[in-house]
């Protein structure tokens, strides 16, 4: 298998990460990168395809959905926007160190850019907790019959109101859950970077893995920046806890 | 004017099959032409399960009565028909076989940019057939391919959701085979190799790649929805809490409809590398061509609400989605002009390849044509869910993309396999092919028109003559598929060895050994000629006869 | 493509986006009826272009790959766009609604 290379590649000077199939590390990173947004590409499209039956849901149904988003703690929410928003910094840290070839900043950084993360997931750990608590599950119909409207606007169609408001929590659980997925594996991937960096592979000839591994985490970012207004801050003049 | 090379040497040559030899060098390949092969293999598997069924169907419909199988056994024949066929045969067969074969040959490259991911495709193809055939053999889904809810969602009893997961794990494969091929186009074509001179196969499954690439994702999601709903006992699409089932419609199609282009775009890819080699002569608009392969990826996006125009869609829609249905017949129909007048004046041959490009032409036209009548909205209504609409599909989907699928099986089997088939038999075949499908599926415009429904195990009397001759259709049809599993395992083994271009194809492929070497190219190719360079060969392209 | 952005440049960035969050939530408070929605997700819009231009660097990369990112954003409209020419249309009919 190694033999018919005959005359195409000069082996003398290129990388040791350059692959065989490539004629150069740049097309190597291109090739790279371009993938790498073309998955994006459709990642783009899986949670569009969510975001767009959210979106009819919720103008069939404007009402329960906006008094079932006095549900949600939006307060939570916007702290987990603000510490992805801290952990997409601290990832472009990270590239830019790799970039620069600082073995010791790529892995402070992507630590951090974990912890945050982390932070992010036990954030929402906690939220689906209360949620639970409250009866709002709905993947369990046990707990939906404890559904009370007691507290919200005007509701003269309750039972109406109840199941139209299943619909939302059932988008909302779906959403943040797959959101949460797609960060459980980003963490993933930045373990594996991280112990690449630990072993010094990274320079600033060869640092596509960390390239990759942040718009990958950017994008993760991205889908909240959206889900948080979408899903948390519906509803007019809400008074904020 | 098959040129075959008894050279005993040849085989001795390294070439990417005698390698290395032993499972483990097959199954952690990284070479896409070995990946190839395995897609090969595995797609055929599921084309006979898929056979299998068809047969049972057929066999049923051969009294009025639902006499052989009730009608929950019946729903799960259609089912597991469709589901096999659509997703673990079509959409895979030609990007994953001979795509992954030849498009980085014929862009002069090593191998795609990313080999390990396209093993990775394959097994997860595997992972995803697993859980298919989990499913049938645990006792089936009788939902239809479609899956419409609420039935699947809530009220099936049979096992949605291993089929469900077994579409959507097979869906990743789709979608990482398209993102491979669209980064390598991009990104590692020979140089000399612009864009317009790419051949119109490497166009084909570009733009197919396009297509898998945004459309699967929201199939995948609306499977998960569904397979959620199912879990959970919770409703989204369950009318009875105030989901919507239409919505499911809207997304499922939104990703189903462009997938029949998927099916046919690189079919149609094959089909002008045919046409101009047993024509001996250039593409006729080659522009054309190339253009219309995005603007029938584009367009395929905008019309799915055709398979909706009955289901309580609004009127407004359906005149939207009719219009635009109309409009992607346009491109479809540019392609068929210009294959006939790439053949105009051109010195034909009627090898094997050929013969299934001429019933590709013919066949894909008439399901073209019918797919118009489906397009119509007053027309709809009638022949909607009814044979008639099983027969287009079958027209686009069999007598055009399995067609073409065989012909460039036949054209590039002498460069897979460094051996030639049998000609004589493969004429037959391709004959009987011709003529079964047509007996089989004929008749089904008929019955379709006069009201026979799809998707039941009896039909009102009168249209038994017609079912028996679509079922005898079927028989016919299936030796024809069965003649050429034979002879390519024969030939593998005794057929006579074949030269580096036995078809004096262009193309780069065909400037390199049959069976290529592991890195394809001894040297990196340069290009200088446009594509389908026949003229330059010297041959007598105004002579007219064939050879 | 290999160029390096400045420290500067991100926290500049992270603070814009830190900035805008605070806005969202702080808007949401205030009736401003239908536009609610509207203005939450122009401030989302502006805030995932900053990290896809300057976090994912875009801005130095190819135009090709700009055409993939605009195309999926794109693409992610005409789903959007072509569900609700069903659902917008269906009051139009008299006697029909949209539910």
């Known amino acids: 298998m190694t033999e018919s290379h005959g005359a195409v590649a000069e082996h003398s000077e290129h990388s040791p990460h350059l692959r065989h199939h490539f004629d150069s590390m740049e097309q190597q990173f291109d090739s790279a990168t371009l993938g790498m947004w073309v998955f994006l590409l459709t990642e783009i499209m899986f949670f569009g395809g969510m975001f767009g039956a959210y979106t009819v849901y919720r103008s069939l149904y404007p009402d329960a959905f906006a008094s079932t988003s006095l549900h949600m703690n939006p307060a939570f929410g916007a702290a987990n926007t603000a510490v992805l928003i801290v952990s997409s910094l601290t990832m472009a840290l990270a590239v ?7 073995q010791k900043a790529i892995q402070i950084f992507l630590i951090l850019t974990m912890i945050f993360g982390i932070a992010f997931l036990v954030i929402k750990g906690f939220e689906y907790h209360e949620h639970w608590v409250d009866n709002k599950v709905p993947l369990f119909p046990t707990q939906w019959h404890h559904w009370d409207y007691s507290n919200d606007a005007e509701h003269p169609h309750q039972a109406q109101y109840a199941k139209q408001a299943q619909i939302l929590f059932c988008f909302y659980f779906f959403m ?19 112990m690449m960096a630990r072993r010094g592979i990274f320079s600033h000839q060869y640092f596509t893995p960390v390239e990759i591994s942040g718009l990958y985490w950017h994008f993760v970012d991205i889908v909240w920046i959206f889900l948080f207004p979408l899903l948390y801050l519906i509803g007019n003049a809400r008074k904020l806890i | 004017m098959s040129t075959v090379l008894q050279d005993p040497h040849i085989s001795e040559k390294p070439n990417y099959l005698n390698a290395e030899y032993g499972w483990k060098s097959w199954l952690f390949t990284k070479d896409h032409k070995r990946i190839a092969v395995l897609y090969i293999i595995s797609i055929t598997v599921m084309f ?49 076989t001979l795509g992954n074969f030849f498009l980085p040959m014929q862009i002069g490259a090593k191998d795609l940019a990313f080999p390990r991911i396209n093993l990775l495709s394959w097994y997860i193809y595997i992972a ?3 859980f298919a055939l989990a499913a049938i053999v645990m006792g089936g889904v009788d939902t239809g391919w479609t899956f419409y809810t609420p039935f699947s969602s809530t009220y099936s009893n049979t096992f949605v959701i291993t089929a ?66 199912r879990a959970f006992h919770i409703g989204i699409f369950d ?79 359906s005149l939207y989605f009719s219009l635009l249905t109309m409009l992607v017949a346009v491109p479809s129909a540019i392609k068929v002009f210009n294959w006939t007048a790439t053949m105009f004046r051109g010195s034909i041959s009627y090898e094997t390849p ?24 007053g027309v709809d209504v009638h022949v909607t869910d009814t044979y008639f609409v099983v027969a287009h599909f079958h027209y686009v989907m069999v007598g055009g993309m399995v067609l073409a699928y065989m012909g460039g099986l036949h054209f590039w089997w002498p460069k897979i396999t460094g051996r030639m088939y ?36 009896a039909y009102a009397p009168e249209f038994q003559v017609l079912n028996v001759m679509s079922t005898a259709g079927a028989s016919v049809l299936g030796l024809g598929y069965v003649i050429p599993l034979i002879y390519f395992l024969w030939s593998m083994k005794y057929g006579p060895k074949a030269g580096n271009n036995p078809w004096g194809a262009t193309g780069l492929e065909w400037q390199t050994t049959s069976p290529p070497p592991t890195f394809n190219f001894e040297e990196t190719p340069i290009v200088t000629q446009e594509a389908y360079a026949y003229a330059d060969q010297g041959e007598h392209v105004h002579e007219g006869s064939s050879k | 493509m290999h160029e390096v952005p400045s420290v500067r440049t991100y926290v500049t960035v992270w603070a814009t986006l830190t900035i805008l969050t605070f806005v969202t939530y702080y808007v949401a408070q205030i009736d401003l009826g239908p536009w609610n929605i509207v203005v939450a997700l122009i401030i989302a819009f502006f805030k995932m272009s900053l990290v896809i231009f300057f976090f994912m660097n875009l801005k130095a990369e190819s135009a090709l790959t700009k055409l993939f990112a605009a195309g999926g954003f794109f693409w992610m409209i005409l789903l959007l766009g072509q569900f609700f020419v069903d659902y917008v249309s269906r009051s139009w009919m008299p006697g029909g609604k949209m539910w």
């Not at chain 2, 469709?82 to 959409?91: H, N, P, R």
């Not at chain 2, 979608?175 to 669209?182: Q, R």
Request: glycine share 14%; charged share 5%.
């Open chain 2, 48 to 96: 006979f399960i898929g056979g299998i069924f068809a047969g049972l169907i057929r066999t049923e419909l051969l009294t009025p009565q639902g006499d052989l199988v009730n009608s929950d056994t019946y729903n799960k024949f259609f089912t597991m028909h469709g589901i096999v066929m659509v997703f673990f045969f079509l959409i895979p067969s030609i990007p994953a």
């Open chain 1, 96 to 102: 830019r160190s790799a970039r620069l070839g600082s």
């Open chain 1, 176 to 194: 943040t859950g797959f959101h949460a997925l797609h960060m459980l594996v980003g963490v993933g991937i930045m373990i594996t970077i991280l």
């Open chain 2, 128 to 130: 995803g057939a697993a």
């Open chain 2, 239 to 317: 009318p009875a809490i105030g989901g919507d089932p239409i919505l499911f419609q809207h997304m499922f199609w939104f990703y189903s409809h462009p997938a029949v282009y998927i099916m046919i775009l690189p079919g149609m890819g094959v089909i002008s590398e045919l046409v101009t080699c047993f024509s001996r002569k250039g593409i006729f608009g080659y522009p054309f061509i190339a253009g219309s392969s995005l603007g029938i990826a584009i367009i395929g996006f905008l019309v799915w609400g055709h398979h909706m125009f009955v289901t309580g869609m609004s009127m407004y829609a």
């Open chain 2, 422 to 457: 049998p000609e004589g038999w493969a004429k037959f075949a391709a004959l009987l092919v011709f003529a079964g499908f047509n007996l089989t599926f004929f008749p089904q415009f008929i019955t379709g028109y006069l009201g026979q429904p799809r998707r039941y195990h």
């Open chain 2, 354 to 377: 050929m013969l299934y490009a001429f019933g590709f032409i013919g066949l894909f036209t008439i399901g073209g044509l019918t797919g118009l009548f489906l397009a119509t909205l």
């Open chain 2, 164 to 229: 469900a997961v077994g579409v959507f794990i097979a869906g990743f494969s789709s979608i990482l085979t398209g993102l491979n091929f669209i980064v390598t186009v991009h990104k590692m074509r020979a140089p000399g190799m612009t864009w317009g001179r790419l051949p119109l196969f490497v166009w084909a499954n570009y733009a197919t790649s396009l297509i898998q690439v945004l459309g699967t994702p929201v199939v995948a999601i609306t499977l998960a929805l569904v397979g959620l709903e």
